[in-house]
């Protein structure tokens, strides 16, 4: 249990995205009085999207106790299925119902206002959160002892906020990230992936003149369709009302502009270019998507920063470690962060500022490899996805056709047993307290 001294840190948290939502939710959770969060939106403001809900991302939200709530409209997936995009013919199959049993929570699939809206609900209901919406972080200020930024409300005057410990989930477009690397005279190298995601919600209404489509809907599935440079991933979400479909392909706008914007209009007709070879199924899907409606995503990593925390700040979530979507994970990392952060602020021995910046440092120790190393194997599985004609693409072929033998890796890395070992099966609460002494007493 956590002294009261530390419990009345005053801590405030950039961004009420995924990462900021689990950051404040955990840190209510241990016992903190003062959490506030700042975040320029008006509101959540979800885009309306399907999110994979990994079995390591749903034992924090259990723990959080909102799990319960969003498990209630996710759906349970039993299998995927990876499909060549032009001929819907199936490539490899795994199935995935003996996750639940073997890491202790089912692979879901959810809306993501749900995952957030219940998060968003949980927060509220404790007395220690305070949200500030429609209030931005401009500059810092201070990082510490004490950090400080301006906070920018829409309807105000710009003012100071000052704290014991402030956390920057800000998102993949992170200003407080800048900043932070600026202090060291360097720059976060971003590397724009070149590929693009429309992301398309399909209701059981507007499926509903196809039997062929219907079936999908009802299927407890994850489907990929993949091809040259692209692919789709689509699964039934909201209690199976909703398919959603997200794609990946080469960003079109990328040389007009490639690194002002990272959502943008997308043209229904370049959409349906960019999938005109792929199978009847799925263009009748995307046929059914509404004119004016295709919204486009650039997809943006950066480099490994070369440190996440700076005296009484750290950053948090895409902030620090942008993941591509290929295997579903960059949530449920900013997710792992914030329950990790809770972890070692609870720990620390007291509250001078030399033992708050030791215990950020745990944090990125029992953080980062992890979520480095998933970075790499998300960029990997997409690689391995949208392979052309060629040699690699005849072995990753050859590893899906071992797989209907049932031998061997899966090409699509989030449906790989051993990749899944190594994300559900490690639990970053338990390492973080168990390891806290000792990495506190190195760092
Ligand atoms: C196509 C696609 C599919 C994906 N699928 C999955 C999936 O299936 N599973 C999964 O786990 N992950 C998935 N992800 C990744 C996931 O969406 C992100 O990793 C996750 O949202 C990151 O959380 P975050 O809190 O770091 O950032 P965000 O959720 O982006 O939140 C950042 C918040 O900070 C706010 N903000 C920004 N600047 C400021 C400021 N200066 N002041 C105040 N507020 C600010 C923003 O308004 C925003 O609300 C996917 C991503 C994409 C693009």
Not at 209 to 226: G, H, K, N, Q
């Amino acid at each position: 249990m956590a002294s009261n001294d530390v419990l009345d840190l005053h801590i405030c948290i950039i961004g009420a995205g995924m990462g900021g939502l689990a950051t404040a939710l955990s840190l209510a959770k241990k016992g903190f009085r003062k959490i506030e969060v700042y975040e320029t939106a008006s509101n959540l403001g979800f885009v309306g999207a399907g999110i994979q809900l990994a079995p390591n991302m749903a034992r924090i939200l259990d723990r959080l106790g909102v799990w319960k709530e969003i498990e209630r409209e996710a759906v349970d997936l039993k299998e995927t299925s990876i499909r060549q995009g032009s001929t819907d013919n199936e490539l490899g199959h795994v199935d995935l119902k003996y996750i639940r049993s073997t890491y202790g929570y089912p692979h879901m699939v959810g809306h993501r206002a749900s995952l957030a809206g219940a998060m968003y609900a949980g927060c509220q209901r404790e007395k220690s959160i305070t949200f500030h919406f429609s209030t931005g972080a401009g500059e810092i200020t201070s990082w510490g002892p004490q950090p400080s930024f301006t906070a920018i409300p829409r309807n105000g005057e710009p003012h100071q906020v000052q704290c014991d410990v402030l956390l920057a989930a800000d998102g993949v477009k992170s200003t407080i990230r800048d900043q932070l690397l600026h202090l060291k005279n360097i720059s976060a190298k971003i590397i724009d992936t070149g590929q693009a995601a429309y992301r398309i919600m399909l209701t059981r209404e507007q499926m509903s003149s196809s039997p062929s489509l219907l079936a999908l809907l009802d299927r407890e599935s994850v489907t990929r369709w993949i091809g040259e440079k692209r692919h789709i991933i689509a699964y039934p979400v909201s209690s199976k009302q909703i398919y959603n479909l997200s794609t990946v392909q080469p960003d079109a706008n990328f040389a007009a502009a490639p690194s002002a914007t990272y959502t943008t209009k997308g043209s229904k007709p370049q959409m349906l270019d960019v999938f005109a070879d792929f199978c009847p199924l799925v263009q009748k899907m995307l046929n059914l998507v509404p004119d004016g409606e295709v919204c486009e995503w650039k997809l943006r990593v950066h480099e490994p920063l070369p440190f996440w925390t700076y005296e009484s700040t750290a950053l948090v979530g895409d902030a620090c470690h942008p993941t591509l979507p290929h295997l579903a994970q960059g949530a449920a990392q900013a997710i792992e962060d914030g329950a990790v952060l809770a972890v070692v602020l609870s720990k620390l021995p007291n509250t001078t500022p030399e033992a708050i910046s030791k215990g950020l440092k745990v944090y990125e120790t029992v953080r980062r490899e992890r979520a480095y190393k998933l970075v790499e194997l998300a960029a990997a599985s997409g690689r391995a996805m949208h392979l052309g004609e060629g040699a690699a693409k005849e072995e990753r072929d050859r590893q899906f056709a071992a797989l209907r033998e049932g031998k061997g890796p899966v090409p699509d890395k989030w449906a790989d047993a051993d990749v899944q070992k190594v994300i559900y099966g490690q639990d970053v609460v338990q390492i973080a307290e168990e390891e806290f002494d000792e990495i506190f007493g190195r760092v």
